[in-house]
């Protein structure tokens, strides 16, 4: 199975840019479609974005569309989200996951989780 590894999570004021990593190790990252989420305090894990297995198709939640963009490189074994324009209401423990079937948006379709990563943005 994958183990992942999330990073870059921090402090930043609002209209400024993060980029968090996901690191897998255990297995090659080309088997996975990989996708972010979020969870913020006293609310639901919520999607962010997927992207499949080769990067060609990606899928983006509407309150991060046109601010956040997704990438991967299969041969680092990593994948990444970088975070434009950020706003308060972006704060929230960021969590990568994994799944060997299809992309979507329900978190109980990913198998392999992450330990999260704190992205806190201040007004």
């Known amino acids: 199975q994958v183990q992942l590894v999330e990073s870059g999570g921090g402090l930043v004021q609002a209209g400024g840019s993060l980029r968090l990593s996901c690191a897998a190790s255990?297995?090659?990252?080309?088997?996975?479609?990989m996708a972010w989420f979020r969870q913020a305090p006293g609310k639901e894990r919520e999607f962010v974005v997927f992207i499949t297995r080769s990067g060609g198709t990606t899928s983006y939640s509407d309150s991060v569309k046109g601010r956040f963009t997704i990438s991967r490189d299969n041969a680092k074994n990593t994948v990444y989200l970088q975070m434009n324009s950020l706003k308060p209401e972006d704060t929230a423990v960021y969590y990568c996951?994994?799944?060997?079937?299809?992309?979507?948006?329900?978190?109980?379709?990913?198998?392999?989780w992450g330990q999260g990563t704190q992205v806190t943005v201040s007004s």
């Open positions: 996951a994994a799944t060997r079937g299809s992309g979507s948006s329900w978190s109980g379709g990913y198998s392999y």
């Open positions: 255990g297995r090659t990252l080309s088997m996975y479609v």
